[in-house]
T-cell receptor
């Protein structure tokens, strides 16, 4: 079974451009989570989505960031008007269910560099 | 998530067992204990999880104290590939966000 897929693996954007990060969950998984890891820092939860619904976006910056998980296709994390501080590794995880006993399976990440 | 406390770093020799401790004194009765690890330049990887009883899988063992206020991840025979940051996490505990809360973890260094 294929694991969680993320693309692109590396993305370079100039300040002010838009960045679109894609995440295809594992087959049969309808729960998706996005995390951000700034350089030399730990992973921080951003947003949790189920198919077509945002369940928890408490970790998402209020401006410029949005996420979706449509009925068909991958989950998308969109960053508008990127700034240098957005440079980070963005990881997506998926799970078949939600709850304390459920394991999250992570993708390899997208490394965003803003120049 | 309930707070967990781990040593910043640990060092071990290749082919020796490694015991990674985690304190979680505010754990509640329904909190599961999860361990993930992150190898350099990779995404986090699930290692093991448990509730009350000790658990074993192909990667590691998890020993949970009787009062559940601490646990130990055991790598029975460390290899160089086990060098990573190991995170002890209590998901969704305390009404926190629906995602995992990664602390600083323990940076495990394996000497050849």
């Amino acid at each position: 079974n294929a694991g969680v897929m993320q693309n692109p693996r590396h993305l370079v954007r100039r300040r002010g451009q838009e960045a679109r990060l894609r995440c295809s969950p594992m087959k049969g998984h309808s729960h998706v989570y996005w995390y951000r890891q700034l350089p030399e820092e730990g992973l921080k939860f951003m947003v949790y989505l189920q198919k077509e619904n945002i369940i928890d976006e408490s970790g998402m910056p209020k401006e410029r960031f949005s996420a979706e998980f449509p009925k068909e296709g991958p989950s998308i994390l969109r960053i508008q008007q990127v700034v240098r501080g957005d440079s980070a590794a963005y990881f997506c995880a998926s799970s078949p269910l939600a709850g304390q006993a459920v394991v999250e399976y992570f993708g390899p990440g997208t490394r965003l560099t803003v120049t | 998530d309930a707070k967990t406390t781990q040593p910043n770093s640990m060092e071990s020799n290749e082919e020796e067992p490694v015991h990674l401790p985690c304190n979680h004194s505010t754990i509640s009765g329904t909190d599961y204990i999860h361990w993930y690890r992150q190898l350099p330049s990779q995404g986090p990887e699930y290692v093991i999880h448990g509730l009350t009883s000790n658990v074993n899988n192909r990667m590691a063992s998890l020993a949970i104290a009787e009062d559940r206020k601490s646990s130990t991840l055991i790598l029975h025979r460390a290899t160089l590939r086990d060098a990573a940051v190991y995170y002890c996490i209590l998901p969704y505990s305390g009404g926190g966000a629906d995602g995992l809360t990664f602390g600083k973890g323990t940076h495990l260094i394996i000497q050849p």
